[in-house]
């Protein structure tokens, strides 16, 4: 089954520069518990989670991880942007798109820095 997109607006340009990265996170939509997913794609607004089964967009989540050299965690309200539904042609898979619309500056300024690390080609655990 081929994926059809529909065009709309030309994307904004980002704030935040974004990278390819896999980490474990958590997400939570109101009362229908927690799950667990894994980042395809990370930038300081936002990231993309991996899923077969992606919400749909508008939905609000919260969303919890950790990322590699710190000691705390990075707690995100964020809301689904867009959603990828099925593999498409290139071999990208499916999932959703979340931007992140309220986060506190000092997890935004940790999330690039790692972002920037990675970018650099640097380990990612070092902090």
């Given at each position: 089954?081929?994926?059809?997109?529909?065009?709309?607006?030309?994307?904004?340009?980002?704030?935040?520069?974004?990278?390819?990265?896999?980490i474990r996170i958590q997400y939570r939509v109101s009362e229908k518990g927690i799950k667990d997913a894994f980042t395809a794609v990370m930038g300081?607004?936002?990231?993309?989670?991996?899923?077969?089964?992606?919400?749909?967009?508008?939905?609000?989540?919260?969303?919890?991880?950790?990322?590699?050299?710190?000691?705390?965690?990075?707690?995100?309200?964020?809301?689904?942007?867009?959603?990828?539904?099925?593999?498409?042609?290139?071999?990208?898979?499916?999932?959703?798109?979340?931007?992140?619309?309220?986060?506190?500056?000092?997890?935004?300024?940790?999330?690039?820095?790692?972002?920037?690390?990675?970018?650099?080609?640097?380990?990612?655990?070092?902090?």
């Amino acid at each position: 089954m081929a994926v059809t997109y529909t065009k709309g607006p030309p994307p904004k340009k980002r704030n935040y520069p974004r990278a390819p990265i896999s980490i474990r996170i958590q997400y939570r939509v109101s009362e229908k518990g927690i799950k667990d997913a894994f980042t395809a794609v990370m930038g300081g607004g936002g990231l993309f989670i991996d899923s077969v089964s992606p919400l749909p967009v508008g939905t609000a989540v919260n969303l919890e991880f950790g990322l590699p050299g710190q000691a705390s965690s990075v707690q995100v309200d964020g809301e689904v942007v867009w959603v990828r539904p099925e593999f498409d042609p290139k071999g990208f898979s499916p999932g959703m798109g979340i931007q992140f619309k309220k986060i506190k500056d000092a997890d935004r300024e940790k999330v690039v820095q790692f972002v920037m690390r990675v970018l650099m080609g640097q380990s990612e655990s070092n902090p």
